[in-house]
């Protein structure tokens, strides 16, 4: 079945530098992936999707990239905030079409 | 901005009692689900609805755990005889369906933390 790996280690960074998170997949390439954002005792919410035939998608300051090959997809969140700071999800769809999450890896953002 | 409503926010219950958690999905979705979060894990997929009736169900959503749309607005999910290891966030989340080229965007609500003692 599908695994999502994402580094369950929590990413400290400095405002205004560019945060990269990395979510791997292990079995077949999905028609496309999808980030979300999760604060605390809260539900996720969406950020963006990335189709398997686009290599790079961005929004604002968020960029996520697409690699088949590796089975990877990078999320990256520009000139970064302390609002930023939150826990991200990678998601996809398993071979059933439901939509499975990986573990989420927790960004904190410095002032 | 449309968004998906869950009530209770907190319930609080003794092992063995039955609990219903409420949702209101947005309301020109199609597609119902039930994902689960025990504190610290991943956000785990429970059941999913279409059509009135179940499209899917993990292992988790054994015979104890029920869904139900009663009215055409509320998505319900029941926990019959609850169990200590159902302590956990549930989220509900629903979906316009697999629009153009399969994608299947959810929009969650809240969640509702259940503690059974």
């Known amino acids: 079945s599908q695994k999502i790996e994402q580094n369950s280690e929590a990413l400290n960074i400095q405002e205004g530098k560019t945060a990269t998170l990395t979510c791997n997949y292990t079995n077949y390439s999905p028609a496309y992936l999808q980030w979300y954002r999760q604060d605390p005792g809260r539900g996720p919410v969406f950020l963006l999707l990335?189709?398997?035939?686009?290599k790079e998608k961005r929004k604002e300051r968020l960029k996520v990239t697409f690699d088949t090959t590796l089975k990877q997809s990078l999320f990256h969140i520009t000139a970064s905030q302390p609002a930023d700071s939150a826990t991200y999800l990678c998601?996809?769809?398993?071979?059933?079409?439901?939509?499975?999450f990986g573990q989420g890896t927790t960004l904190q953002v410095k002032p | 901005e449309p968004e998906v409503t869950q009530t209770p926010s907190h319930q609080v219950t003794q092992m063995g009692q039955e609990v219903i958690l409420r949702c209101v999905p947005i309301s020109n979705h199609l597609y119902f689900y039930w994902y689960r979060q025990i504190l610290g894990q991943k956000v785990e997929f429970l059941v999913s609805?279409?059509?009135?009736?179940?499209?899917?169900k993990s292992e988790i959503f054994d015979d104890q755990f029920s869904v139900e749309r009663p009215d055409g607005s509320n998505f319900t999910l029941k926990i019959r005889s609850t169990k200590l290891e159902d302590s956990a966030m549930y989220f509900c989340?629903?979906?316009?369906?697999?629009?153009?080229?399969?994608?299947?965007?959810?929009?969650f609500g809240a969640g509702s933390r259940l503690t059974v003692l």
């Open positions: 989340a629903s979906s316009g369906g697999t629009g153009g080229g399969g994608a299947n965007v959810l929009t």
């Open positions: 990335i189709r398997e035939n686009e």
């Open positions: 998601a996809l769809a398993d071979n059933t079409g439901k939509l499975i």
């Open positions: 609805f279409y059509n009135n009736e179940i499209s899917e």
